[in-house]
């Protein structure tokens, strides 16, 4: 049987490793959302500390630079916070997008797969039927054979 041989090959490969990178590019993207929203629940606890100090201070006596200070690191935490969730938000979008971008690499390597698959499938068809035809003229000759010997 002859050997097959894809002719795309190439093209595979290549599907194949552009599939690989943006499995890579979505797991680092992943990987940093992961971060991101760690950094956001971190800052978010910040906040919560920080409103919690401001509202010791609003119910007691303190000298107006603690009251001030107070007031600013407040602003300072929430404004984290804030920041926190807009990078997580911006992020979340690039994820969507590496996300389409590894299904549709994910979709056209499917695709040379399949071709790849149906041409193996011809290939030993198209062997299978020769073989098969070799066989049935051996047996007609043998057939024919037999037939030409005296008796």
Known sequence: MKRFRFRLQSLLFLRELRETQAAT?????LEQQRRLEHEL??????SE???ANLLQAEGKRFAPQDHSAALADFDRTVEQERSAEKALLVHTKI?????????????ELKAVNNLRGRAEDRHFQEATRREQAEMDEAASRIAGASYSLPS
Not at 25 to 29: G, I, M, S
Not at 95 to 107: F, N, Q, S
């Open 25 to 29: 590019v979505l797991a680092q993207k």
């Open 41 to 46: 629940v971190q800052a978010q606890a910040r």
């Open 49 to 51: 500390a920080a409103r």
């Open 95 to 107: 994820l969507d997008k590496a996300r389409l971008a590894w299904a549709e690499a994910g979709k």
